[in-house]
């Protein structure tokens, strides 16, 4: 009667056990799943990009061959931001080319009309620059070039313009 009765505390411990589990998965799950949408919420705010390793966007290298170039007309003058207490305004001063892929399927779409779109891009180029400081400029070109990049892209809604190229740098 004995062994009976332990079997059946076991069994019965065992269920409980069981049950707990259970309702301890399901609300570490649920925990788990919002702590996940926080991370990438917080990781879309602070712009960056989360992704599964091995699916890194892999940028095509394009040859030169491959590579007709736009030169922006004149060289451009954009005021920066002014630093913390800084009453002066410093200006940058650049020649901006365009380095567009011949292959790509958007190219024959968009190459005519580049440069009648001159002067959104420069528009476009304007908005990115003025939210730099001559500091952050000098320290960051290539993330100036980046940003420059990303948002002529966006205006072409197309990848198509694969690089920034900065000449003739000033500051003054």
Known sequence: MKKNLLSILILALMLVNV??????????????KKTAQLVGDIATVLNFQITDPGKENVVEKVSLADTEVFNLTGSMTIPLKAMEGDTKTTYFIFDLALSMNTK???YKKYSEIVSKQEGAIKDA???VVTSYTEVECRNDMDGVKAEILKAIQDLFDSDFIYSVSISGIKFG
Do not use: F, K, R
């Not at 049950?19 to 788990?32: A, E, K, P, R």
């Open 125 to 127: 180029i304007t908005t």
């Open 104 to 106: 790509h399927e958007d």
């Open 19 to 32: 049950v707990l589990t259970s309702v301890m998965m399901i609300s570490v799950m649920g925990t788990n």
